[in-house]
């Protein structure tokens, strides 16, 4: 049973900096792309690591938000800096869906993600 856990979030000023984690379980953690998504206005995919290591990021948050991830661990982090107002929301860690892409990202189509957790919330304010 997949199980993905998302913590890390909080009240942060602008300028400041969090680091989101997230747990996985239930698969093998090493043959998926994962993705970090944010749930503001609208669903917006930010940052994804594929299986072997490689990176995406959104324009908007690329130079601010470094993804990483430990095998070892079954983890991922997101690694955020310089957080701005907009950058507020919910953040879903997502793994690929599985099939013959599953380890690679997919930056231009968020709905290619099947499993994902609760959720940690953002928070900016102005």
């Known amino acids: 049973q997949v199980h993905i856990l998302e913590s890390g979030g909080g009240l942060v000023q602008p300028g400041g900096s969090l680091r989101l984690s997230c747990e996985a379980s239930g698969f093998i953690f090493t043959d998926y792309a994962i993705a970090w998504f944010r749930q503001g206005q609208g669903r917006r995919s930010l940052a994804c690591i594929t299986?072997?290591?490689?990176?995406m990021y959104d324009d908007s948050v690329k130079g601010r938000f470094t993804i990483s991830r430990d095998n070892g661990k079954n983890s991922i982090y997101l690694q955020m800096n310089d957080l701005k107002h907009e950058d507020t929301g919910v953040y879903f860690c997502?793994?690929?869906?599985?099939?013959?892409?599953?380890?690679?990202?997919?930056?231009?189509?968020?709905?290619?993600?099947?499993?994902w957790g609760k959720g940690t919330q953002v928070t900016v304010p102005l």
């Open positions: 997502e793994r690929r869906s599985a099939g013959p892409f599953q380890a690679m990202c997919n930056m231009g189509n968020p709905y290619e993600y099947d499993y």
């Open positions: 299986s072997s290591g490689d990176t």
